[in-house]
């Protein structure tokens, strides 16, 4: 387990050498308080945690995973008809481009709406709905938890705006194809993006990868991080939106996937982002907002944060545009 530390370049030492903390999901049965506390812990200090015993069959997890590979094999122009020419954009396979404003990346990926079936592969069969029906519980769970150690009075406040039939919530593979010739793809410096840096715009995000490594994390000196893959856990990352609804107690991890970890096999991730409805407000709730601890965000919805969000590049830091200046009320 990693202790935070108070001084940021000592805990960016700390974090590259013994990694992000791992929360056991499993003492939830007899130590409770411990669970809580450690898990508001890893929102504060790192604003990503990884969970073990998480209770999700390897079933559930390796069916996806089969058809994500199996799709990801297929020529271009059959992943291009997979979600079908009649669903909107941004849904469906992409490949390197990600967004509207000109990033890129080294990856392709699959981006589906969690509750619009009308995205799903026909040909992954059940594979979508029994992974994002286990990860969605996971998600409401652990921010009943995140509640619970934060002492809100409503346990369900968060995890209510996921389990909302309405919620905005996505699923996104990225398959990260291994490098062919190293010399031909890494720049100068080493690196080969696969998905620059950002934060993810929502509540929680579960993410799940193989045994590709990749995935980093941006310490508050500026120091990028490895994450250690590892197909048996998840790994849980603070959303934008929990930082707003915490008023900035928690705060939304920035990350980036390098794809530079492997030549001989892909990385894929598998990611669950777990949304409010477009028309819920986002604000900061009453537990966190005190004379000590004022409104730091001006009340949005998730619709219009989200169109915010599609405006910007990647790396933006979306959520100025909500900050509240000394003046306001
Ligand atoms: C450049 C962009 C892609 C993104 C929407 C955005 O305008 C900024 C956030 C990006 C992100 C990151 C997390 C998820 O992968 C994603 C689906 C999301 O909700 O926000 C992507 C968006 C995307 O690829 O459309
Ligand atoms: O693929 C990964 O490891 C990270 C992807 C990611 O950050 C995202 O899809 O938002
Ligand atoms: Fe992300």
Known sequence: MVVASPNPLK???????????????????????????????????????????????TEVISALENHGLDFFSKPTPEKHLVVGPTVPKPFGY?????GNNG???????????ANLSSTHPPLFGEAVDD????????????????????????????????????SDSLLRLNHYPPLKNKDSFINGSGERIGFGEHSDPQILTILRSNDVGGLQICMPDGLWVPVQPDPNAFYVMVGDALQVLTNGRFGSVKHRAMANNSTTK????????????????????????????????????????????????????????????????
């Open 11 to 57: 805990r960016s030492k700390k974090t590259k050498a013994m990694g992000v903390p791992t929360i056991d999901l499993s003492l939830k049965y007899q130590q409770r308080s411990t669970l809580t506390d450690l898990i508001v812990e890893a929102c504060e200090d790192f604003g990503i945690f990884k969970v073990v015993n998480h209770g999700i069959s």
């Open 94 to 98: 992409g490949f390197r481009n990600i």
């Open 103 to 113: 990033d890129v990346g080294d990856l392709e990926y699959l981006l589906l709406h």
């Open 131 to 166: 992974y994002v029906g286990a990860v969605a519980d996971l998600s409401c769970e652990l921010l009943d938890l995140m509640a619970e150690g934060l002492w809100v009075s409503d346990k369900t406040i968060f995890s209510k705006l996921i389990r909302d039939v309405q």
């Open 266 to 329: 892909a990385r894929m991730s598998m990611n669950f982002f777990g949304a409010p409805p477009l028309n819920a407000t986002i604000s900061p709730i009453q537990e966190m907002v005190s004379p000590m601890n004022p409104n730091l965000y001006k009340p949005f919805t998730w619709g219009e944060y989200k169109r915010a969000m599609h405006s910007s590049r990647l790396s933006d830091c979306r959520l100025n545009l909500f900050k509240r200046r000394i003046n306001d009320q």
